[in-house]
């Protein structure tokens, strides 16, 4: 399995991007994947996953600005950002899971990608 994340870079404050994560040997739509960073001097977080069902769910601080979704022709996963401020600065990870319900924990993810950098100025 291969998890290959694009689309990351340097926005201002209010800026938008959209991550994608192109997947390998895996399809996309048929198990949980889900999006983590990790800011400078933090720990990495879950920042949103979909289940199978198409079940999104969000942590508080980016509800109503960012968006997953996934293109199962494609194969690929998606992380829509809009309204972005400073503190969603850091490395977007990428994560696939082999059941089809989604966890917030990084250790139930069994697939990663190698990140892909963004930077939000003010």
């Known amino acids: 399995v291969q998890l290959v994340e694009s689309g990351g870079g340097s926005v201002q404050t209010e800026g938008s991007l959209r991550l994608s994560c192109a997947a390998a040997?895996?399809?996309?739509?048929?198990?949980?994947m889900g999006w983590f960073r990790q800011g400078p001097g933090k720990e990495r977080e879950v920042v949103a996953n979909?289940?199978?069902?198409?079940?999104?769910a969000y942590i508080d601080s980016v509800k109503g600005r960012f968006t997953v979704s996934s293109d199962n022709a494609k194969n690929t996963f998606y992380l829509q950002m809009d309204s972005l401020k400073p503190e969603d600065a850091g490395m977007y990870y990428c994560a696939a899971r082999s059941l089809w319900f989604c966890t917030g924990r990084q250790a139930d993810y069994d697939y990663w990608g190698q990140g892909t950098q963004v930077t939000v100025s003010s």
């Open positions: 979909i289940d199978s069902l198409g079940n999104a």
């Open positions: 040997g895996y399809s996309v739509g048929r198990y949980c």
